[in-house]
């Protein structure tokens, strides 16, 4: 029998658009489970990403579509008896390692329309699960879509820490500001932490650091092993388990996991 690490933790990874977020919290989610931890990865994204990374395969069919239903009023409501614990045991798929995806539902050609009801039943359980004393000890990981729009929405109600990917390119610096404004404006009792991701250059992290004012959690690396799995269509993980990414994100858990420690 395994042990497993005490207590859980909720995270949600943000920022600009293609700044390695679906691969950072893919390859996180994949390495905290190995260690141990029952982890939900949350992927609120209608672009594809997060699955990809993970290496999971997931259904044509949405299946949390058969979550929710239109009441007399026409509002959305999540079917009799179905609460997080439910979705997820029903709704999630598995990926590799133990990870369980929960999926908001992608786009496809006719758009938002045949996804509606995943959607709004996407929305309304994260928004209860921390009602949930037998996900308590979970680690709950969102990947939330490119830029500030969602966090303004309260798409990540659960999310204690907020891993705030950066790029070390002013657009990306200058989107990654305004998501900290945003997030400290919604979200005082959070906490925000930097991982500065593509770093090629000393000076790289130091300098996104300075300017964002945001404590450094993580630094990762410019690895040609993350585009050769992107253009593979596998997971870091799967491609190339000794990469110096894999092993910078490996590092963020272990400080993650220390962190956890020191709360409880
Ligand atoms: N450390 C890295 N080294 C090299 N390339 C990287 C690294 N991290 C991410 N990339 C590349 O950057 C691109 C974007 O990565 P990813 O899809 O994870 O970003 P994202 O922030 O989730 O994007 P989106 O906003 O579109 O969801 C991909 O081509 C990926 O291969
Ligand atoms: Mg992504």
Do not use: C
């Amino acid at each position: 029998m395994t042990t497993r690490p005490a207590g859980g933790m909720r995270l949600a990874v943000v920022g600009k658009g293609g700044v390695g977020k679906s691969v950072v919290a893919a390859t996180l989610a994949r390495t905290l489970a190995r260690r141990g931890h029952r982890v939900l990865a949350l992927d609120s994204d209608t672009l594809p990403g997060l699955s990809i990374s993970l290496g999971a395969q997931v259904p044509d069919d949405v299946p949390l579509n058969a979550a929710a239903e239109r009441n007399e009023k026409g509002r959305w409501r999540l079917i009799k008896g179905v609460g997080p614990v439910r979705a997820v045991q029903r709704y999630a798929t598995d990926a590799p390692d133990g990870v369980r995806l929960l999926q908001i539902g992608k786009h496809d050609r006719r758009g938002l329309e045949p996804n509606r009801a995943s959607h709004n039943a996407f929305y309304q359980l994260i928004h209860r699960l921390d009602d949930a004393p037998s996900l308590e000890d979970w680690v709950i990981l969102g990947d939330l879509p490119a830029g500030p729009r969602q966090m303004a929405f309260d798409w990540a109600p659960y999310a204690q820490q907020f891993l705030l990917v950066v790029e070390p390119t002013w657009q990306s610096m200058l989107t990654a500001r305004r998501i900290t404004r945003i997030t400290t404006a919604m979200r005082e009792d959070a906490q925000l932490s930097l991982v500065v991701n593509k770093v090629a250059a000393d000076g790289d992290a130091d300098r996104v650091q300075e300017f964002l004012g945001v404590p450094l959690i993580a630094t990762v690396p410019a690895d040609e092993s993350v585009r050769r799995a992107e253009r593979a269509g596998v997971a870091l993980l799967d491609l190339a388990p000794d990469a110096p990414a894999v092993r910078a994100i490996e590092r963020l858990a272990d400080e993650l996991d220390v962190r956890n420690m020191d709360r409880i």
